[in-house]
């Protein structure tokens, strides 16, 4: 059978650095050498390209423009490959594979992040063992098909569903959890696949989607915020989407003057939990009940990453049809809410 062939593409983050034995601190290696440092990927079978970012970045310092950077990366080998593998720092990543994810609708080949916590140049690396089950996932086949048909990312034993992560620990090497959605495979001796979490073969055609806006605000609420700093605070900018990081099942203080600004804002309100696990129900209490008929729109199940994502793509789109962001919004594009 014919060598499935894997693109791997290096962005930046901890993984991708060696120790500088003289000053001691991080520095990236030229990872057209990442064979030299990792022997092991000459045995996988399966044929590896490495093309990697000339300048790379830390990820707290992408931006939309990065995402579309890989994906303009990914969307010209496309046709080439059969499967990708996109190594990323860890602190931004859920938000790079949410971006994936909504740009390419309709994959019917795998994109893989990962990274690491600690630089494959350490000894204690969890990098390598990260990087080889990433490429080994990108390049499995089942009946001439590849097994996983979206975006994912693997890290320390389990593979998820990329726009349902969130990053929870900058120091254990389970470093991203899945809250609403379960794993697509856990790796032990085997990869196990959960076929049935897997997103399906799309009939479609690929589509590819690369335009955002950044106008989003957020407000994170806590008992006691003074309501009149958080109307001036929106009031004063020019943020399209202001999400409201609620409690619970999308609950907020029930204040007139909050009320009455939501009823009047011309602006978008989306209504966001500070759970990550669960489900955002504005009709269950009182105290979201008047949310919802302030116009507030409750995300579901979405992790707020793909919701800032989601929003930045969708007002891009849809500058001045509210109706369609909602329905867009809520609508399953990429497996990343639960209809
Ligand atoms: N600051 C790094 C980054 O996200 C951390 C990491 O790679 O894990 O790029």
Redesign the pocket.
Known sequence: MKKSKVLLLYT????GMIENPLELSLKPFDFDQITSEVPELNKLNCLIETISFENP????NMSFETWIQIGDKIFKNYDYFDGFVVLH?????SYTASALSLMFQNLTKPIILT???LPLGQVRTDGKENLITAIEIASMKQNNFSVVKEVAIYFENQLFRGNRTTKVSSDHFDAFKSFNYPSLADVGVEINFNLNYLLKKREKKLNYEKGFDPSINIVFFYPGILINNVIKLISSNSSKVVVLMSYGSGNLPLENELVEFLNSSEKIFLNVSQCKAGNVEQEKYETGMQLKKAGVIGVKDMTLETVIVKSMLLIKKYPSDKDKFEEFLLSDIAGEITE
């Open positions: 930046g983050g901890t993984i970045l830390d990820s707290s720092g860890t602190d931004t990543m990274g690491s916590q």
